[in-house]
């Protein structure tokens, strides 16, 4: 089983919001914020929040994805939570 985990994180100006983040235990993947600008985000006491969802994987699994030179690649997803944003 796969949930949805929501984590609220301070933005500015300078963040660029269509530049998601990878999680190199999950290379096929991207994770990206929720919001596309600076003025979808939360404005809170002088702060601008924006928010991104992270996969929690409760049960192991496998997945299976194509590379872009047409190679298939299996990887095994063990449990844990995946697409943290480091920064």
């Known amino acids: 089983m796969i949930i949805e985990n929501t984590y609220r994180v301070a933005v500015d100006e300078s963040t660029d919001f269509l530049q998601g983040w990878k999680d190199p235990r999950l290379p096929h993947m991207e994770f990206m914020f929720d919001q596309e600008s600076i003025e979808e ?26 590379e872009p030179d047409g190679t298939m690649v299996t990887i095994d997803i063990p449990i844990g939570e995946y697409g943290l944003r480091v920064n």
């Open 41 to 66: 985000c939360e404005y809170i006491g002088g702060v601008h929040y924006a928010t991104y969802k992270t996969w929690e994987v409760t049960e192991a699994r496998q997945a299976i994805y194509v």
